[in-house]
Nanobody
Framework: VQLQASGGGLVQAGGSLRLSCAAS????????MGWFRQAPGKERELVAS????????YYANSVKGRFTISRDNAKKTVYLQMNSLQPEDTAVYYC???????????????WGQGTLVTVSS
């Protein structure tokens, strides 16, 4: 199983990026998908997730109103649209998958390799 994340890069504060995660999961539609991030010296945190069954979403308080998670089951891809980026959003972003999860939790079934997002002030 592979989760291939892409779309990271360097952006100025106030800018936008869209992350993509292409999954080789045979039954992608049965997986809750999520994006975690880990900044230097900080613990990993769940940023956003989208439920497999009803596409319900969760967002960390720090990104509510700025980030949007979405999924395309036909393309087996999950996206994270990040707007109004701030320096504190700088981190390595990881996509993750958990089968039949109603809550992503801290231990998904699969992890992607991570993509670096750097926001300059």
């Amino acid at each position: 199983v592979q989760l291939q994340a892409s779309g990271g890069g360097l952006v100025q504060a106030g800018g936008s990026l869209r992350l993509s995660c292409a999954a080789s999961l045979r039954t992608f539609s049965s997986y809750t998908m999520g994006w975690f991030r880990q900044a230097p010296g900080k613990e990993r945190e769940l940023v956003a997730s989208i439920i497999w069954s009803d596409a319900g979403t969760y967002y960390a308080n720090s990104v509510k109103g700025r980030f949007t998670i979405s999924r395309d089951n036909a393309k087996k891809t999950v996206y994270l649209q990040m707007n109004s980026l701030q320096p504190e959003d700088t981190a390595v972003y990881y996509c993750a998958a958990g089968r039949f999860r109603t809550v992503m939790g801290d231990e998904p079934d699969y992890w992607g390799q991570g993509t670096l997002v750097t926001v300059s002030s």
